[in-house]
């Protein structure tokens, strides 16, 4: 802990921002509690942002938090979220541009609140091309005043390298301590699961009217809705149970129940339609969502439940009154169950995969 102490005392002293870095298992969310709590014997105003999607302290799994220290904490999870930022994920994988966007929001709301000193705990993706990009961005962005590389011999020199050269940046490299103890991927499994069981106990089932709201980080509901009379042709040349049909600038989105008839795609160049881009039904089930105000500001998740494509609702499960004030509807990727236990995830960050492209197109992909 004397390195520890030793890094503490400096980054308390100086500057404002200070991330940490290692793979899971490193001891940053240790390290971030205690230099939390350093940092308040001295400072009035400390904030964390809890930016591991996967293993959330502050909010739910899939959101990145932010909220300051009231006191000594013995626990990250004491802290109270004061803001959120939706990813709708439990991994940055695809959603990198997400995480660095709102790790740095978070930052930013922490320092217009008055925080003398926010600390960033990142999640452990620190390997390959994407999580290096990630990281590399998220530096970046953030400008931290301090770095702090938790690691057990160099393993993650790739990601100081760039830094090492900014003036600003102090870099501070520490072992990993002797006492970690390695999560198995089952139990960081269940630790989300209980955390999201947390979140969605008291959750109740609301109808939501898609209506009413503006989708985001998805094609529903972003075009135009398609006339019933060509619905049915549609559905005649798919073959399909076609409950849900938009235009949108990349072709037509459709959302079926089942099988379709791959034969029948070509036709739909009679409907003027260059591009078929599938979403399935069952993609929605179980779907995490987050709720935005008018100005983008996170409100709270929530999990769809049946959808009435025909009527244009969903029942959805949200705790307290989070749907009072929402304006928007973040997509997230994550499908779970009311307890937690996650069933499934909706690839590439979107909803739909395309399925087919076909003469006539563009070449866009
Ligand atoms: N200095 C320490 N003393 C005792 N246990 C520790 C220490 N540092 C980490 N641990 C334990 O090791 C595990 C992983 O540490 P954690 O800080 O969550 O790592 P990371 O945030 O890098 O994934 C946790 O269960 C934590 O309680
Ligand atoms: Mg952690």
Redesign the pocket.
């Given at each position: 802990m004397g390195d520890w102490n030793n890094a503490m005392e400096r980054i308390a002293a100086e500057g404002k921002v200070c991330l940490l870095l290692?793979a899971?298992?490193?001891?940053?969310?240790?390290f971030a509690l205690e230099l939390a709590n350093f940092c308040l014997k001295k400072i009035k105003n400390v904030a964390v942002v809890d930016a591991d999607i996967g293993?959330s302290d502050i909010g739910p799994p899939g959101v990145i938090g932010m909220g300051f220290l009231k006191g000594k904490l013995a626990d990250l999870g004491e802290i109270e979220l004061e803001k959120g930022y939706f990813v709708g994920s439990n991994s940055p994988e695809g959603l990198e541009i997400a995480c660095v966007s709102g790790t740095f929001k978070m930052v930013q709301e922490a320092l217009k609140l008055g925080a003398q000193k926010v600390i960033v705990d990142p999640t452990?993706a620190v390997f390959g091309r994407n999580a290096r990009i990630l990281k590399y961005c998220k530096v970046d962005m953030l400008k931290p005043d301090s770095l702090v590389v938790?690691q057990n011999r160099r393993e993650i020199e790739h990601l100081v390298q760039p830094v090492s050269r900014r003036q600003e940046c102090k870099i501070f490299r520490l072992p990993v301590?002797a006492?970690?103890?390695r999560?198995g991927r089952e139990e960081r499994r269940e630790l989300r699961r209980q955390s999201f069981h947390k979140y969605f106990q008291e959750a109740k089932e609301i109808e939501l009217n898609w209506e009413q709201l503006v989708t985001s980080r998805t094609y529903f509901r972003t075009g135009r809705l398609v006339a019933e009379e060509t619905k049915n042709k549609i559905a005649s040349s798919l073959d399909c149970a076609l409950l849900h049909a938009e235009r949108i600038p990349e072709g037509l989105f459709a959302i079926i129940r089942g099988g379709f008839n791959r034969a029948g795609v070509p036709l739909l160049k009679e409907e003027g339609i260059k591009r078929l881009i599938i979403g399935r039904e069952e993609q929605f089930l179980g779907l995490l969502v987050g709720f935005l105000d008018g100005e983008g500001d996170y409100l709270g998740c929530g999990i769809i439940q049946r959808t009435d494509f025909f009527a244009n609702r969903s029942k959805v499960l949200v705790p307290g009154d989070v749907l009072k004030n929402a304006k928007e509807v973040a997509m997230g990727s994550l499908r779970i169950r009311k307890d937690g236990e996650e069933i499934g995830r909706v690839k590439s960050h979107q909803l739909e995969k395309i399925h087919e492209t076909f003469a006539g197109d563009d070449g866009t992909q």
């Open positions: 290692g899971p298992d490193t001891g940053k969310s240790t293993q452990g938790l301590p006492q970690v103890r999560k």
